[in-house]
């Protein structure tokens, strides 16, 4: 027979248990050495049933006694905290609570993630009852800058004849350039028509004046050869007019001073320094 050293040292009880109700849980022969053991110490099959019945009672009263404990016991104050705020982690675990007895526990750990689902589903519906608001707010503000500034725009009006003379050209070549611009306001732009003169050439271009703040900025309508190697197009800003005290200044951009030095040279100029007067009538 195989001999188990552990076995020897086990109680009279542990080894009933083995043999009389644990021996399916354990190897065959160990069960065997264990009834060997009982019989060497002068434990009878009568005796041994006997005093597993009283085992058996005793193992009964004892689970009673822990099933008591295991009902009434709780979680502390930081638990419950914990498990409100972090439900989404202890929901997954601790389910075991109510089959091991564990009723109140298992009471308070459903109160609390229920109340920490709650709190974000309140959370979260404030947050988006907020954002929508304040996206309404944002809109509504929105909405009073554009009458504002559609108001503001309303009341600028450039309507007028505007002629440009550069007369820092003029001075040396001896050529009259001369840019007229009639305005006329077209809700919400102004349309007008830009007409360049010199000596030699005359060209037309129909444009449209966007107010940017006081200014107002000019914009040919569509695509314009000037000359051989300028050409201007829809989104091309031409230049821009603005109001300062009783003056009106002119900021060149695309189109800049223009100017023949002579009959026979066909080629075109810029004048970067010019200095031009705009007079409005």
Not at 87 to 111: M, N, P, T, V
Not at 129 to 143: A, F, G, W
Not at 174 to 202: S, V, Y
Not at 263 to 273: A, P, V
């Amino acid at each position: 027979m195989k001999r188990y050293r552990n076995l020897e040292e086990y109680s009279t009880d542990d080894l009933i248990i083995i043999v009389y109700a644990e021996s399916e849980h354990w190897q065959k022969k160990a069960v065997d050495y264990a009834k060997y053991l009982l019989e060497k110490r002068g434990i009878t099959v009568d005796s041994a049933k006997s005093r597993l019945i009283e085992i058996e009672k005793q193992i009964d009263l004892f689970w009673q006694g822990e099933l008591k404990k295991r009902n009434i016991e709780s979680y502390d104050a930081i638990s419950l905290i914990s498990m409100t705020l972090f439900w989404f982690k202890h929901i997954l675990w601790d389910w075991y609570l109510a089959r091991e007895g564990y009723l109140k526990k298992r009471k308070q750990r459903l109160y609390a993630i229920s109340i920490g689902v709650l709190f974000y589903i309140i959370m979260i519906g404030y947050g988006l009852l907020t954002s929508e608001e304040q996206e309404n707010q944002r809109l509504i503000e929105i909405e009073a800058l554009a009458i504002a500034d559609s108001i503001q725009k309303a009341s600028v009006d450039w309507t007028g004849l505007y002629s440009f003379i550069d007369t820092s050209i003029t001075s040396r070549s001896q050529q009259k350039i001369t840019w007229c611009l009639d305005m006329k306001k077209d809700w919400p732009h102004h349309k007008g028509l830009l007409t360049l003169t010199d000596n030699f050439n005359r060209y037309s271009i129909s444009c449209t004046g966007v107010i940017n703040g006081f200014d107002i900025e000019i914009y040919p309508d569509t695509t314009y050869q000037l000359f051989e190697d300028i050409q201007i197009s829809y989104y091309d800003k031409l230049f821009t007019l603005s109001k300062q005290d009783e003056f009106i200044m002119t900021y060149w951009w695309k189109l800049k001073p223009l100017f023949y030095p002579s009959h026979n040279d066909i080629g075109l100029f810029r004048e970067k320094t010019a200095c031009n007067n705009v007079y409005s009538k």
